[in-house]
C-alpha cells in the first residue's frame, strides 16, 4: 500500500511595513517666503487703500520762505541720488544678464523696494523726524498703516527722488558690507561671525550717519530725538544715535545675508529649497520671496526700535513751515514732542 507524503506548507505572514519615522526635515525657506507673501499683501493693502482714498498729494511749503541754500541743495541731491539709484540698477541688471537668472543682488534689490512701507515708522506713535516738502514729495501713505497713532502722517513730504534712490542704491551697500567681511575674514580667519557683522554694522551705521549729516545740513531732512544720545540735541541739526545705530541694523543683516553661504552657494533664508518640489522661475520665486521675509523681519527691528523712542524724546526744536508741514506747531491745534506733551490717542482731543 502506498504511502501518501501529505505535503503542507506554512502560511505565508502579511507583514505591514511601518512608515518611515525619521522626522521630518524643516524647510525655513517656505518660512521665510510666507513672511514675504504676507508683507507683500499689508502694504498692498496699505498702498491700495493710501490711492483710492485720494490721499496722495503734494505737500506745501506753508508760509516760511525756503531759503536760498536750501533751494540749491534740493536740485543738486535729487538729481544725484537718482544717479546713484541708477547706477545700483545698472550694476544689477548687468550681474543677471552675466548670469542669466535673477542674482541674489538682484533679489535684495527688491526686498529693498518691498520694506520701503515701513519708512515712516519713527514717527509711529508722534513724530520724531521731518522732510523738506520744498522737495517733490507724494505725501505719506503713514496713516493707513494698521494702528499708526501720530496725527497727520499723511503730511509727511515723502520725496521719490531722494526716498526711493535711497533704498535703491541700499542693495550697493550690501555688496560693499559683503566685500568688507570677505576681507576681514581673509586677514583674520579666526575672526568668527559675530565678529564680522558687529565690525559691518559699525561701519555701516557710520555711512549711515554721515549721509543723514549731510541730508540734515542741506535742508532735506530735521530730527528730534532722546537728548543723551543725540548730538547737537535741541537743535535743527540733531541726529539721534538710535537712529543711526537702528538703521545700520537691516543694512548689515542684507550684507550679512549675501556674504554668509552654505556649501552649494545657497544663503540662510534658501535653507529646504532642495526638498520643495519646484524648479524654473517658481523655485526662483520662492526664493525672492524669502529674502522679502528677511528683509522685512530686518526693517521689523529698527521699527520696533525706533517708533517706542517718540515717547522720550526732548523738546523739539523750531522748524520752518516747510519741515513741520503742518504737523504739529504754530498753525495747527497740535502740540510738537516734547516732555510733559501728552500723546494723542486716536480720537483723543487736540491738547
Given amino acids: ?12 505572514l502579511l507583514v505591514a511595513t511601518p512608515r518611515s519615522t525619521a522626522p521630518r526635515r524643516a524647510r525655513p525657506v517656505v518660512w521665510w517666503a510666507v513672511v514675504g507673501i504676507a508683507a507683500l499683501a499689508l502694504q498692498a493693502w496699505i498702498y491700495g487703500s493710501w490711492i483710492l482714498s485720494g490721499d496722495v498729494h503734494s505737500v506745501s511749503v506753508g508760509r516760511s520762505q525756503v531759503p536760498h541754500s536750501d ?19 545698472v550694476f544689477v541688471l548687468r550681474g543677471c544678464r552675466r548670469e542669466r537668472r535673477l542674482t541674489l543682488e538682484a533679489k535684495i534689490l527688491l526686498a529693498w523696494w518691498a520694506v520701503m512701507w515701513m519708512d515712516p515708522a519713527a514717527n509711529f506713535l508722534r513724530p520724531q523726524y521731518y522732510f523738506s516738502s520744498y522737495y517733490l514729495n507724494i505725501g505719506s501713505w503713514a496713516p493707513h498703516i494698521p494702528g499708526w497713532v501720530s496725527r497727520r502722517g499723511g503730511d509727511l513730504a515723502f520725496t521719490p527722488m531722494i526716498n526711493v534712490s535711497s533704498y535703491t ?18 586677514r583674520r580667519p579666526r575672526t568668527g561671525a559675530l565678529g564680522l557683522v558687529l565690525v559691518t554694522w ?9 549721509t543723514e549729516d549731510v ?13 543723551a544720545v543725540t548730538p547737537w540735541a535741541h537743535s535743527r541739526w540733531a541726529i539721534p544715535m538710535t537712529e543711526v545705530l537702528g538703521w545700520g541694523i537691516p543694512q548689515t543683516a542684507l550684507a550679512a545675508l549675501l556674504f554668509f553661504r552654505g556649501d552649494r552657494g545657497e544663503v540662510a533664508v534658501e535653507r529646504g529649497i532642495d526638498r520643495v518640489r519646484l524648479s524654473g522661475w517658481r523655485r526662483t ?25 517718540g515717547l522720550y524724546v526732548g523738546a523739539q526744536p523750531k522748524l520752518p513751515s516747510y519741515l513741520r508741514n503742518g504737523v504739529c506747531g504754530p498753525g495747527t491745534p497740535y502740540r510738537c514732542p516734547a516732555p510733559g506733551v501728552p500723546v494723542l490717542l486716536p480720537r483723543t482731543p487736540a491738547q
Fill in 285 to 309: 520665486l520662492l526664493s525672492t520671496l524669502a529674502v522679502i521675509g528677511f528683509a522685512t523681519a530686518a526693517q521689523g527691528v529698527y521699527a520696533v526700535i525706533s517708533a517706542p523712542i
Fill in 169 to 186: 542704491a541700499s542693495v550697493l551697500a550690501a555688496v560693499g558690507g559683503a566685500k568688507l567681511m570677505g576681507r576681514l575674514r581673509a
Fill in 1 to 12: 500500500m502506498a504511502t501518501q507524503t501529505r505535503s503542507s506548507s506554512a502560511p505565508e
Fill in 71 to 89: 533751494r540749491v541743495w534740493a536740485w543738486i541731491l535729487q538729481p544725484l541720488f537718482l544717479a546713484g539709484a541708477l547706477a545700483a540698477l
Fill in 202 to 210: 559699525v561701519v555701516l551705521s557710520a555711512a549711515v550717519f554721515v
Fill in 215 to 227: 541730508l540734515i545740513h542741506a535742508g532735506w531732512l530735521a530730527w528730534n530725538g532722546i537728548p
